[in-house]
């Protein structure tokens, strides 16, 4: 395989052909956002979720690609950083789910065994966090979901997973099909983007990646489809300090090899 760089980014991604990553299942208790545009659901949470170092208690599932912890402008489009929206960003943008032939948003709270054991070894295998258990994951899948205005003729499909005990907070964003990254809105054609915002109008990150289409592909864990953020302090790391790679024979081994049979790394300057 020949390596191709897709972006100037400073770390580490995967640049590969693999199949699409399995998204965390949906259990009976998920709830859809139904066929509608710019809506979403307050969801109260059991266990505190700490973002930018500060806590909350509920939040808010957009349809456009986003959860918002504030209650105002919570599923407006804006620029990062902005003092109007406090989010989480797995691919902000006019999600349209009107047509009857688009999937939908599903969300939900879980306890559940299973889904807590995934996501603790996803962030120990890319973390190396040994201490941290999850209590409570907070899931919301965008399925098949078409853009702005009412098309299906593209569709998205990719999920956020946030992870908490109280104290300790990560986001992951996982990418199964990536279609459209664009739509018309009365502003003229406007693109979708990832990343997070404080809401103190300083702090806030985009990943800066022009075509949002790889993101199956790429990873900032090296796994295709998969980045993981820890979302608890007063900044947010691109990317883990050291990163257990897990595939090949370098498995949980820390060092980075070259390449291996699941693709080519590319260090990216």
């Not at 009976?28 to 949470?45: F, K, M, V, W």
């Not at 018309?184 to 979708?192: D, E, L, P, Y």
């Not at 990150?205 to 790889?214: E, G, K, S």
Request: with cysteine.
């Amino acid at each position: 395989m020949t390596a191709r760089i897709v972006a100037a980014i400073p770390y580490v991604i995967l640049v590969c052909s693999v199949n699409s990553i399995q998204l965390y299942s949906k259990t009976s208790n998920a709830l859809d956002l139904g066929h509608a545009d710019d809506t979403d659901r307050i969801l109260e949470l059991p266990v505190n979720l700490v973002f930018y170092n500060k806590t909350y208690s509920s939040l808010a599932i957009c349809n456009n690609g986003m959860i918002s912890l504030k209650t105002r402008y919570r599923c407006d489009v804006l620029d990062i950083p902005n003092t109007y929206q406090t989010l989480i960003g797995p691919f902000i943008s006019d999600v349209d789910t009107t047509p009857l032939d688009s999937g939908k948003v599903y969300y939900e709270r879980s306890d559940s065994p299973s889904l807590l054991s995934r996501a603790r070894d996803d962030i120990r295998l890319t973390y190396r966090d040994e201490t941290f258990n999850p209590t409570l994951l907070i899931i919301a899948t965008y399925d098949h979901v078409g853009y702005y205005p009412a098309k299906t003729n593209e569709v998205n499909t990719f999920q956020v997973v946030l992870a908490t005990n109280g104290v300790t907070s990560y986001a992951l964003f996982l990418y199964n099909a990536i279609g459209w990254t664009r739509w018309i809105s009365n502003k003229g054609v406007r693109s979708a983007y990832v990343g997070f915002n404080e809401g103190d109008g300083a702090r806030g990150f985009v990943l800066p990646i022009a075509n949002l289409t790889v993101l199956p592909q790429t990873s900032n864990v090296h796994v295709p489809g998969l980045y993981v953020y820890k979302i608890d302090g007063t900044d947010i790391p691109i990317a883990p300090a050291s990163i257990v790679y897990p595939y090949g024979a370098a498995a949980g081994d820390a060092s980075l090899p070259s390449a291996d049979d699941r693709g080519v790394l590319v260090e990216l300057q």
